[in-house]
């Protein structure tokens, strides 16, 4: 039970090395994660917070930090469906979010968030308004499903965890698991510069060889959890075989591929705006820690080893500007304010870049947008006239006014030169749109590239169809075209996938064909086209958190794939989906289980903890 209440308190933000996670390359962005207001943060379990104080009984100075954790339910510029949320309790501890998504659908009720856990017997669901949630309590509290009758209640809505977070660090209570995972607890040292580079690359300090092994050993760790699932109930005899040859480890893992270069090696850059560490206003750098820790602070990216110099000093320029300008800095904390973000992308040779600013757009009226960007056009001008070996050759200006701060459904506008840029891959040359995802180190990736193609080089042959999901830009498949029959690439973005199909013509490669869709929705139609003896080989390289599990599922039927490529940027994250593969078939899990043949990982991230793993596995 207490486990169960601590996952429900525990703040569902993902974090990298305190800072936040906008991609699925585990890249250090901008900001951390907002405010409870948002979507993935995970209810709270009632008004007396994580910690099981009793409001009524704290002192007046933690009444008045209490009231502050509420603050954005009140806020009259944004709405929060937190205030009108109910826990729903006696569910299966089976039943899945689309499950009961359907149950309250069947009920004709439309919630804005459903929440529920594996093996939760509750549920949290929040509404538009309060009609809506009474709707709700009526029809669920009492109500007969499976054999067993379902309780509603209201819910108290999640505390900030920021202001959380502030109350604790005043009181000198102990700090979130979050906290203590990068820094034990300890309260950080050093100049301003050191504490930055501590937070966004925290193996900087550790010499190169040392960094390597370190991750090497982490990788293993998790992999080991992996084994302990696989030699219980979802054992196969082949699995526990080789993870009883391997030391616990479910294969052979190789040592992590080092990557060509280590410092300034990032051709994407995601810079917040906010306060300096002393007050300073309009700061452009990183963020020292995580919302979920109490922190907004901003500092300078100057001396931070992964950056590249002309990412800084795009980084510095845009500072200048925005202190020019009397609009405010967005605050992450009570969400007001106009300047948000600064994203640089670059390619290898840091000779062509592209700088996107994003805004928030309160208060912001059409003529008052292209006055910033015509401000930002004039600036940025002057500044490559007066500095001929600066690479900015593009400027875009996108409003984001969603409370996460990552949505693309408003276009950037192009300020002047072009929304795309050109990279080179192993002699592939790449169109990289400005909201495309790309793997953040272009030497390290072709590493990885020339791995997975060792790997799988015995299979491809020109009878071979070579599915490619998650693809992106089509780099993977592309670089590797030339061995196969045929490439079908699958990806979300509908950005990427145009750039994939601009890729392929503008290398001459002519036997690909891609399809915007989720890979969920794609693939299982799709794999009931391909001849029963037609020969597949699988790259999935799908974002943090895995693949679906009706992608896992299809990949588990189609009979054709004897070989599959895994490449994630968290082995924590993609564990189920690892298991799922290679669990023994079942009714509900049919096909021929996969084997986990091999592991290694390449540093695509050096100084920081994070590396892309590759996991090899083949048909049983």
Not at 111 to 140: I, Q
Not at 325 to 334: E, F, G, H, I, K
Not at 341 to 364: E, F, K, P, Y
Not at 375 to 383: H, K, N, P, V
Request: hydrophobic share 40%.
């Amino acid at each position: 039970k207490k486990f169960l209440l601590a996952m429900d308190s525990e703040p569902a933000h993902s974090e990298v090395e305190g800072a936040a996670m906008c991609e699925p390359c585990a890249e250090p962005a901008c900001a951390p994660p907002e405010p409870a207001a948002a979507a993935t943060c995970a209810p709270g379990e009632d008004s007396a917070g994580e910690d099981g104080d009793s409001q009524d009984e704290a002192p007046a100075a933690a009444q008045d930090d209490r009231s502050a954790e509420l603050d954005y339910t009140r806020r009259e510029h944004e709405f929060t469906s937190e205030i009108y949320k109910i826990r729903v309790d006696g569910l299966s501890t089976y039943m899945s979010v689309g499950e009961l998504k359907k149950l309250l659908a069947q009920l004709e009720l439309k919630p804005v968030k459903v929440k529920k856990a594996n093996f939760w017997s509750y549920a949290f669901v929040t509404f538009r308004d309060e009609a809506a949630k009474a709707a709700a309590l009526l029809k669920l509290d009492g109500y007969e499903h499976r054999k067993g009758t379902l309780a509603a209640a209201p819910a108290a809505a999640l505390r900030d965890p920021y202001h959380l977070a502030k109350r604790k660090n005043a009181g000198g209570q102990e700090k979130s698991k979050r906290a203590r995972r990068d820094g034990g607890g300890a309260a950080p040292t050093g100049t301003p510069e050191e504490m930055l580079n501590d937070k966004v690359t925290p193996l900087w300090r550790m010499p190169y060889d040392e960094q390597l092994a370190t991750k090497k050993t982490e990788l293993c760790n998790s992999l080991q959890k992996i084994s302990r699932q696989l030699t219980g109930e979802f054992a196969t005899p082949t699995m526990k075989a080789q993870i009883a040859a391997n030391s616990g480890l479910p294969c052979p893992v190789d040592d992590v591929i080092a990557s060509p270069i280590r410092d300034g090696y990032r051709n994407k850059c995601e810079f917040a705006v906010g306060q300096g560490p002393n007050g300073e206003d309009k700061v452009v750098g990183f963020v020292y820690g995580a919302y979920t820790e109490g922190t907004v602070a901003v500092g300078s990216p100057a001396a931070c080893v992964h950056v590249p110099a002309a990412a800084k000093r795009i980084c510095a320029l845009f500072q200048d500007f925005m202190r020019q300008s009397p609009l405010p800095a967005y605050d992450r904390v009570t969400h007001l304010g106009t300047w948000r973000q600064l994203t640089v992308r670059n390619n290898s040779a840091q000779d062509t870049m592209l700088a996107v600013v994003i805004i928030h757009g309160q208060g912001l009226s059409d003529a008052d947008i292209d006055g910033i960007a015509a401000d930002l056009g004039r600036f940025f001008t002057s500044a490559r006239e007066s500095e001929p070996t600066l690479p900015l050759q593009s400027l875009l200006l996108q409003v984001d006014s969603s409370v996460s701060g990552v949505s693309t459904e408003t276009p950037p506008r192009i300020v002047f030169g072009q929304d795309w840029f050109t990279e080179t891959v192993l002699g592939i040359n790449l169109r990289v749109s400005a909201n495309a995802f790309f793997q953040v180190n272009t030497r390290a990736t072709e590493r990885l590239i020339d791995q997975i193609k060792e790997w799988v080089r015995a299979d491809l042959n020109p009878q071979t169809v070579l599915l490619d999901v998650c693809c992106g830009t089509g780099m993977l498949g592309l670089c590797m075209a030339a061995a196969v029959e045929k490439v079908v690439g699958v990806e979300l973005c509908v950005e990427a996938i145009e750039d994939a199909k601009k890729n392929a013509e503008a290398n001459a490669i002519a036997n690909v064909a891609y399809a915007a869709k989720k890979a969920e929705d794609f693939l299982p139609s799709y794999m009931q086209t391909l001849p029963a003896a037609a020969a597949v080989v699988g790259i999935v390289d799908p974002p943090r958190g895995g693949l679906h599990p009706t992608v896992v599922a299809a990949i588990r039927r189609c009979n054709q794939m004897k070989r599959l490529v895994f490449v994630s940027c968290s082995i924590d994250g993609a564990a189920q989906n690892i298991v799922n593969l290679c669990r023994p078939a079942t009714s509900r899990c049919k096909g021929a289980p996969f084997v986990l043949e091999r592991v290694c990982a390449v540093d695509m991230f050096p100084h920081t903890r994070h590396v892309e793993t590759l996991l090899l596995l083949r048909r049983e």
